[in-house]
Structures are given as structure tokens and as C-alpha cells.
């Protein structure tokens, strides 16, 4: 590949379309702007899985996997990108917290549509109702054993996860392990 110069977060975005899943490594510091912005153009503008890991984890091949389930349209598009990973795990749990919105059923209906594409997920349903929903959901992750957490980011508008805080926010900032996200 040639050198590219210019504006970094254009470059990924146009660069990124072309890629399978971008990758980013988080710094040490938990506020980073510039890391803040190629992760926004990561995730806004090339359309692409972003693969977010923390400073110094080594990534292995990814044998088991969580699935961070709410029912939206951003967290059914990770995971349609994520869909390749998810064939070959040996292991696939998905992490859903039921409400109104989201009942049992539904996610029952959610892994039996994995099982078409011969993903075999085990469920966890998790109350929804948590102070820290993003410790919870990695705390869970991880006790199923999984390397990778796919999560749809930004579920809810960008304004108002930066006025009430998000998910989204707190697991790039507190991430533990790899995440696989999609928006």
C-alpha cells in the first residue's frame, strides 16, 4: 500500500470500506480524542465490523464468542457481520438483558435463527436493570469463557449517550477484552 496523507479519520473511513473489519488498539488513558475519532470513523462511516482491543492483549483466533443481545437494528447488524466468526466458534453465548421490549421469546427466536446458519449459542438472560451494565455484560462474557464480545454500538442517538452516558461509551472506554462492534 502506497502512503496516505491527509485527514486521518477521512483516510480510515475511506480506506476502511474496503477492509473486512477495522482494528483499533485502545491506549492506556481511558479518554483519548484522537483514538475517539478514528473510532467514530471506524464506526459511522465505513459501514464495517471494528474490532476495539485493549492496549497490550494479544488477540488469538477467536474460538468463543459472546453476543451482547437487545433486539436492535445495530446489535442485528453486528452480528450479521460477525456472522463467519460465529460459524466457526466452537462456543457462542448470547448475553440478553429482557424487558417490555425484549422478552424471552424473543430471544429464543434470536438463537434459533443463529442455528440456521449452524451456530449452536447458548443463552444467559441478564437483568437489564444493573448500575453498571457495561462491567456486567464483559463480567459475563467472560465467565462464559469468550475471547470476543459482539455488541451493536450506538443503539440510541449520539446525543443521547453523550448527555445520559451509554454502553457503548463505557465498554470502549473500561473495555476488558476484544469487542466487535457495528453501528
Not at 497490550?56 to 436492535?72: D, E
Not at 451456530?119 to 462464559?144: C, E, G, P, Y
Amino acid at each position: 500500500m502506497s502512503e496516505v496523507q491527509g485527514q486521518l479519520e477521512i483516510n480510515l473511513a475511506k480506506i476502511g470500506r474496503t477492509a473486512d473489519v477495522v482494528c483499533l488498539v485502545r491506549g492506556a488513558e481511558e479518554s483519548d480524542p484522537a483514538f475517539t475519532d478514528m473510532l467514530n470513523a471506524a464506526l459511522l462511516d465505513t459501514g464495517k465490523a471494528v474490532l476495539v482491543t485493549p492496549s497490550g492483549h494479544k488477540v488469538q483466533p477467536f474460538q468463543s464468542v459472546a453476543i451482547a443481545w437487545n433486539g436492535s437494528r445495530e446489535a442485528a447488524r453486528a452480528v450479521a457481520l460477525a456472522m463467519p466468526m460465529l460459524e466457526v466458534a466452537k462456543t457462542v453465548t448470547i448475553l440478553a438483558g429482557t424487558s417490555d421490549y425484549l422478552t424471552p421469546e424473543d430471544v429464543t427466536a434470536f438463537a434459533d435463527s443463529l442455528k440456521w446458519h449452524g451456530v449452536n449459542a447458548q443463552t444467559r438472560l441478564l437483568s437489564a436493570k444493573t448500575d453498571d451494565l457495561a462491567d456486567h455484560l464483559q463480567a459475563q462474557a467472560l465467565d462464559a469463557g469468550a475471547q470476543v464480545l459482539v455488541l451493536g454500538a450506538y443503539s440510541h442517538s449520539r446525543l443521547r449517550e453523550f448527555v445520559f452516558g451509554g454502553v457503548t461509551d463505557d465498554i470502549i472506554r473500561g473495555s476488558q477484552m476484544p469487542v466487535l462492534m457495528a453501528h
